[in-house]
């Protein structure tokens, strides 16, 4: 019995493509789309201990606080923050949060798949995870760094966009920035 060169290679190539489309899936159920939300500036600071106690995050793991300014007054949350016109809270808003660590977590308030300045998301009471109010898409923001838990999100591998928080320094206590 004589085999062809087409017939011994016929297992080797099924094996190769099927071991291609399992790397394939594997290193797509990884990757996430955190860069859907157009560049706007982020520059957030709490000056001192005592600022970062009456405006920042309350209580320590599983916490949260939100943070929209438009320079000139127009939009001002909270509104007794003291918002400087150096401050910049991204595109849609600062979702600050206290991961499971109690580590300081900043994301922009904007949903990924909707990408629009005005649709915000929100943490239900009580939840550990934020929610898209036109999407419904929800983020882990406690736990997994802002990637998607359900919804069109999830679908489409979109996650929030991340800043960094830096702690410390000589004149600042935290300052929340690109």
């Known amino acids: 019995m004589q085999l062809s060169l087409s017939s011994m290679l016929r297992p080797v190539v099924c094996r190769l ?4 489309c399992v790397a394939g899936l594997a290193v797509s159920c ?3 789309d955190d860069d859907r939300i157009p560049y706007s500036e982020v520059y957030l600071t709490f000056h001192t201990v005592g600022d970062w106690n009456i405006h920042g995050i309350k209580g320590d793991a599983a916490a949260c606080a939100i943070y929209v300014y438009q320079p000139g007054g127009r939009l001002r949350i909270p509104a007794s923050f003291p918002y400087t016109d150096l401050d910049r809270t991204g595109f849609g808003g600062l979702l600050l949060v206290n991961d499971v660590l109690g580590n300081t977590l900043a994301y922009d308030l904007a949903c990924p798949v909707e990408a ?3 649709v915000r998301l929100t943490v239900p009471t009580g939840e550990l995870y934020a929610e ?3 999407c419904k898409s929800r983020y ?3 736990t ?3 990637y998607p838990k359900s919804g069109p999100a999830a679908t489409r591998g979109y996650a929030l966009r991340r800043y960094s928080v830096i702690s410390g320094g000589a004149l600042d206590y935290k300052v929340v920035t690109r």
């Not at 493509?17 to 291609?20: D, R, S, T």
């Open 140 to 142: 882990e923001i406690y």
């Open 30 to 32: 990884l990757s996430v």
């Open 144 to 146: 997994n760094y802002g």
């Open 116 to 118: 629009r300045r005005d």
């Open 132 to 134: 898209c109010p036109e």
């Open 17 to 20: 493509a099927a071991l291609l």
